[in-house]
């Protein structure tokens, strides 16, 4: 069963990984620092349209991140 801590965790991974800072990361999401940081931080999940456009801005596989399947 799928949890939401392994989303969050490989979310964070995603945006660690990225290469961007949090601001870069904010800017081409047109959201605050702070919601990136939230994220990162697992506070906060994304809306499903944030959470697109995140994966896109990150490059990462959605499918990845929701655990659907176990490499990038």
Known sequence: MIVQNQI???LAEAIRQSGMT????AQKMQV????ISQ???GKKMPA???FANLCA????DPAYILCLQDNV
């Open 22 to 25: 949090q601001k870069e990361i």
């Open 48 to 50: 499903l349209d944030t």
């Open 32 to 35: 605050s620092q702070q919601m």
């Open 8 to 10: 969050q965790q490989r």
């Open 57 to 60: 801005v990150l490059d990462v």
């Open 39 to 41: 994220y990162l931080l």
